[in-house]
């Protein structure tokens, strides 16, 4: 329940990369955007976090359907998936329905507005130590393929009016930096949640700002 009647509210959509798999509560992207957005003075109220380590577009979809308390509608809605599709061998094009149908849902439960959804690309998880002990996998083919994965979020971001941050640049540069890695040598640690939110806070202070 929102104590202050102004406050928004806000379901964050996604993954390992937004449950923040390896950090504590407090240092996951979602809660350092609010955290700062909540410093600017905008009254955000701590996510809903709809989120589990290798869910796929098709999971989380599975998981909206089942949520308990079902979901409802929120002010603000942010999405990451796909990582886990790429992974698993999935294809583009099912990625494109899945993703679409995901954008669809999340703008019906940001109260129809488009303009109150974000959504964060898929980072690079071929630039980790996690890459290159498996031995199986080929950076360069984990990054064009993300790169297509990627491609499609944005190319239908934009044909629904949605806005699309890029973080795969910055998780390219610095994400096999053991600093920005936990233990597993491949999930992010709170230092790169730190610079996706704050790539990512631009874009969400104008949404929120429109009334």
């Known amino acids: ?43 955000l109220e701590f996510p809903r976090t709809l989120a589990t380590t290798g869910w796929t577009t098709d999971e989380l979809s599975s998981a909206m359907d089942a949520a308990v308390p079902p979901l409802g509608h929120y002010d603000f809605v942010s999405l990451l998936i796909g990582v886990n599709n790429q992974y698993r061998g999935r294809s583009a094009a099912d990625y494109r329905g899945e993703f679409q149908e995901l954008l669809r849902r ?7 507005r488009a303009d109150r959804v974000l959504v964060l690309s898929i980072p690079d998880w071929g630039v980790t130590p996690f890459c290159t002990a498996a031995g199986d996998r080929d950076p360069a083919t984990v990054a064009r393929e993300l790169d297509g994965y990627n491609t499609i979020a944005a190319g239908l971001c934009a044909q629904h ?25 491949l999930h992010p640690s709170a230092a790169m949640y730190e610079l996706w939110a704050r790539q990512a806070l631009p874009v969400a202070r104008r949404l929120l700002a429109t009334p």
Do not use: C, H, N, Q
């Open 161 to 185: 009016g949605v806005a699309f941050v890029d973080i795969t640049g910055v998780s390219r540069e610095r994400g096999g930096e053991t600093s920005m890695l936990v233990d597993d040598g």
């Open 1 to 43: 329940m929102a104590t202050d009647p102004a406050a928004l509210t806000y379901l964050a959509l996604g993954d390992s990369y937004t449950i923040g798999e390896g950090v504590g509560s407090g240092e996951r992207w979602p809660v350092r955007l609010t955290l700062a957005l909540r410093e600017e003075g905008v009254p």
């Open 106 to 112: 999340a703008i019906g439960l940001a109260r129809g």
